[in-house]
């Protein structure tokens, strides 16, 4: 099998939806935009071409879907320059160059419309019972997200500035040195996680398996990790160095991981809720908190940080339950699609643009 890479491309976050999905899918020279209602098999579609292609031994990308743990939202053949991606809300995708690059498809087409109307009142109040449980989760991550505010406080009132300055400038030397390419850096903005209905995921250790150093940010909230990468990713973009941006699933303004393929190494903030610990040569941890944050600091404010994680924990535990909800109200909106399709139909079209891919792989040598 080929080498997979997860990530996401949008998430439920405390400033609602967000979407990264125009810098996840820039540069294709084709792209499938699969319309259609819940259970109209989307996602088993874009996983069954994915493991063809997969097979055939082409690199992969996955978009994962943030509201559903089983699902996926894209699929992108970085060699062949193609993509399919879930065109439907809340990720709406637009044509930028219609029937020349983007393609509807249309999965509407499989379902006997007679029969969703027969559920219409049923299918009209589901709806709006998930995007009333999406609001909820929306609304009460961006309260969590204030009680972070007060956490970061704690540090950023103990914290030297001129030790986070001095240790960004001896990264900056020690992963670029005196590199600069004569291109344009290309530049890609996703989610190393998200905030699913099972809670925090997220795929550090897939992203950054092929990476030969790697660096564990280790720290607290507030202690300059997330302006760190920014400025890490500024510096390679202007140096013309590739550079993949993760922002944090949480507070999509923030970023958590930065990683330039072509120099071997990706940086990211490795604590809860994606903590990881190095488990082979080539992984170091950078301790923040040791290196400019008042000694004593955690033990002064115990109390206090103790209380605001503690409120903290409760708002993020109530908006993952409000997520879960939306995800059972979507299973019982799915069945009544799934009821109504013609799944002959969706092969079909599952057939037609894996001819169309093939031809694509044909012209390119492959």
Known sequence: MSNI?????????ARGFYSLYDSSLSGLN?????????????SSLMKSLGEYWGSQGFELEYLHCSSDNDSVDGLIIPKLGVGLVDGTAPHVIEPKIPGVIEEYINLGAAWDSNRLVKNKDIIE??????SDSFTKAYTTFEVALRIHDEWEEVYIDNIDFAKMNQLTEELTDEFFGDIYLRKTADVRHRFLGAATPKGPKDY???????????????????????????KLAAEAE?????????????????????????????????TAPHEHYPERDGD???????????????EKYAALIKDIKDRYQSKMKEATSYLEQAKKLHDELEAFYIEAMNFK??????????????????????
């Open 30 to 42: 084709r792209l499938f935009i699969l319309k259609g209602g819940p259970g109209t098999g989307k």
């Open 345 to 366: 139909v969706v092969d079909d079209l599952k057939d037609q643009i894996q001819t169309e891919i093939k031809n694509i792989a044909s012209k390119l040598g492959y």
């Open 238 to 270: 202007e140096r013309g160095i590739d550079v993949e941006v993760y922002h944090c699933g949480f507070d999509p303004h923030s970023l958590d991981m930065v990683i330039c393929r072509e120099l071997g190494f990706a940086i990211f903030d490795s």
């Open 284 to 298: 170091t941890i950078i301790d923040v908190y040791e290196i400019a944050i008042k000694p004593g600091t955690d």
């Open 125 to 130: 109040d589901l709806t709006k019972k998930i």
């Open 5 to 13: 890479r997860n990530y996401y491309a949008g998430g439920n976050t």
């Open 204 to 230: 550090i250790m897939n992203l950054t398996d092929d990476i030969k150093h790697r660096y564990y940010i280790k720290g607290r909230p507030g202690s300059g990790k997330s302006t760190m990468l920014k």
